[in-house]
């Protein structure tokens, strides 16, 4: 039996000495994981916000860092919220390895082996007979699509990629997602796909269920979806035609096709946007440049020319409405299964505020996204590819005009305003998580600021 365990939020000790001894295993912990958002300060405080007995010996945990003790159901206090499953064990079988957070020092877990529950093959089978039958355990809420049968004894596994959240993967036939930073409301990544599967959208998987919760205040934590066994995913089938020296035009004029097509979705199953005053847009490009540049000194002496590229908006052709978009298209965000083009992920960029995320927005911000992912892709090759990127941008642009009716080669200053913001996220991304790859926006940072384009 699932119970919630009596915690007052925003304090590590409310459960007593055990809380203490995880939240001190934690802050070491949390800087170390790739969904950490705030691996640029250390984790000195670290408050339980929720916690839940899932199952016997699983215990499911809402942590905040980084801000001021959030009131519960009131508003969300600064800082991040992550969610966590947790499991202790005397002592860790070696395929646990990975898992391992600590071991606790104090309180009734002392000498325990605390691990990240995920890893563990039998939480995972547990979590998802949660799914499979809806219900409540505390404050958590399991829901799932009315239609949808989930058979049971599914065998899972975690995915290993390092990504902005973590993935679990049954028997090939379902995938759940699990939420890592959690922000208030309905997560894009549940509401989009169930919108645009109600359209009869056959781009997108849909949702078959879901849990959430209701404290300290609502939000999606997890997503169950089918999963495409034999799909690949567009940034390792792009690394693959460059090693081989294939043309991969055929697949990016597909893949334009494919973007325009969920936009057009997009468009029909959210109210469309009014288009937000042009001058707000250069003004939010610009404040997004000089903070990324305050954190990244490198970005510094390119701002001036940067700027130019935002300012020219002003003066262009407004493009297409806003609307709700993906936000963060890259070639790692589309699968291939067989000769269709699946789009997934519609979190957005995870370190922008979900109410931006869902707000309506330009759709060349996408088009602008998967222009980038050529070129980073192109750029993983030695000598750099630079014709390779040019090519699959004109086909994947070619797809998108067949498709929606405007192309985007005719938007210059709107794609370059777009690229530019795009590039500067992807250089404070780069510096926050993978510093090794920061020559890569930094070449088009440097090739936009100078050269225009
Ligand atoms: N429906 C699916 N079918 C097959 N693979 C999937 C599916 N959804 C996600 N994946 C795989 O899981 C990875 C992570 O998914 P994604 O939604 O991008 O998570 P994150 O937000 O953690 O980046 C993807 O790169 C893809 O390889
Ligand atoms: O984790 P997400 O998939 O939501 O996206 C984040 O991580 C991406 C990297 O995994 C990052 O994408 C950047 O690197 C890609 C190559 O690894 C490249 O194809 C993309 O064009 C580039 O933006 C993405 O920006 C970030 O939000």
Not at 220 to 244: E, I, N, S
Not at 383 to 394: F, I, K, Q, S, V
């Amino acid at each position: 039996m699932s119970k919630a365990v009596s915690h007052r939020p925003g304090s590590t000790t409310g459960s007593g000495r055990p809380l203490a001894s995880l939240a001190g295993l934690l802050r070491d912990w949390l800087p170390r994981q790739r969904w950490f958002a705030g691996k640029d300060r250390p984790v000195t405080d670290l408050s339980v916000l929720s916690l839940t007995e899932l199952f016997p010996g699983c215990l499911h945990l809402l942590v905040h860092t980084g801000g001021g003790v959030p009131a519960p159901g009131g508003t969300p206090p600064a800082g991040d919220c992550y969610q966590l499953l947790l499991s202790v064990r005397k002592q860790l079988a070696p395929r646990l390895d990975r898992a391992f957070i600590g071991r606790a020092e104090e309180g009734s877990l002392a000498g325990l082996a605390v691990y990240d529950a995920l890893y563990d093959p039998r939480a995972a089978q547990l979590l998802l007979e949660r799914l499979r039958r809806p219900g409540t355990a505390g404050p958590l809420r399991f829901e799932s699509d009315a239609a949808a049968r989930v058979p049971g004894g599914l065998a899972p596994r975690l995915l290993d990629a390092e990504q902005s959240n973590s993935s679990l993967v049954y028997g090939d036939a379902y995938i759940l997602k699990v939420f890592r930073r959690i922000q208030p409301g309905v997560n894009p990544d549940l509401e989009v796909p169930g919108a645009l599967a109600a359209q009869g959208c056959a781009r997108v998987p849909a949702p078959v269920a879901w849990f959430r919760t209701e404290e300290p205040w609502p939000a999606t934590l997890g997503v169950l979806q089918p999963f495409l066994p034999d799909a690949a995913d567009g940034w390792t089938l792009a690394l693959r035609a460059l090693v081989a020296g294939d043309d991969f035009t055929t697949e990016a004029h597909e893949l334009g096709r494919a973007v325009a097509e969920v936009h057009l979705a997009l468009a029909t199953a959210f109210p469309p946007g009014v288009h937000g005053e042009t001058s707000r847009t250069v003004a939010a490009m610009t404040a997004r440049l000089d903070a990324a540049a305050r954190c990244v000194p490198a970005l510094a002496p390119f701002v001036p020319g940067l700027r130019t590229a935002f300012a020219a908006l002003a003066t262009c052709d407004a493009g297409p409405p806003a609307q709700r978009i993906h936000g963060d298209v890259h070639l790692g965000q589309v699968l291939r299964a067989g000769e269709d083009w699946f789009v997934i992920d519609f979190e957005g960029e995870p370190s922008r505020p979900l109410s931006e995320r869902c707000s309506a927005q330009s759709p060349v911000r996408d088009i602008a996204g998967m222009l980038r992912s050529f070129d980073y892709a192109a750029r993983q090759r030695r000598p750099w590819r630079p014709d390779w990127a040019r090519l699959c941008r004109e086909a994947f642009c070619a797809g998108y005009a067949a498709r929606a009716g405007w192309d985007p080669r005719t938007k210059h200053a709107l794609l370059r305003a777009h690229e530019t913001d795009r590039a500067v996220y992807e250089v404070l991304y780069e510096a926050r998580h993978r510093p090794d790859w920061l020559p890569v926006p930094m070449a088009a940072i440097e090739r936009l600021a100078v050269r225009g384009g």
